[in-house]
């Protein structure tokens, strides 16, 4: 990866760090955004990994532990996983899957663990979790389309209009 690739990476995961930390609607944050761009724009996908959980921990020493912290981390290294499927295709609607995907599965694995540790271990419990989450989804999908819209847009405009940030490629991504 060139230098001026790299260090523009960066900077957008430290904005996404430092968006984290301003006040915002709950589960409205650039976090799974942020681990889907980290998995489609890093080569490396031991960077691509290290990037978010770097993001998440700095962020995490300003905002302070919860109890869901290792649930999260964990389901952020699947969205990386998720964006590294798009790395080499980032046309708008697979951008647009990813985030879907990344936000469900981050609903899914949390909630299970919010079911395990407060709810009654029934169906009935299972049902009143993920009922009561659902305005927390859409939040998360919401934040989670915006900031990588922001994500994946910046870096377009940036290939675009400047040539020692491309990827070795043209612009890679397009509206379907």
Known sequence: MKWQRFVLMCGLLSLCAAMRLLPHPPNVTPVGAMAIFAGAMFVDRRVAMLAPLVVLGASDLVIGGYWLMPVVYGSMLISVLIGRLIATSRFF???????????????????????????????????????????????????????????????????????????????????T
């Open 93 to 175: 609607g697979h951008v647009a899957m990813a985030t879907f995907v990344g936000a469900t599965q981050f609903f899914i694995i949390t909630n299970l663990a919010c079911w395990w540790s407060f709810y009654p271990h029934s169906l009935e419990g299972l049902a009143d979790c993920f009922t009561l989450a659902i305005p927390f989804f859409q939040n998360s999908l919401a934040g989670d389309a915006f900031f990588s819209t922001g994500l994946f847009g910046a870096v377009w405009l940036a290939e675009k209009s400047i040539p020692s940030v491309r990827a070795g490629a043209p612009a890679v991504i397009a509206i």
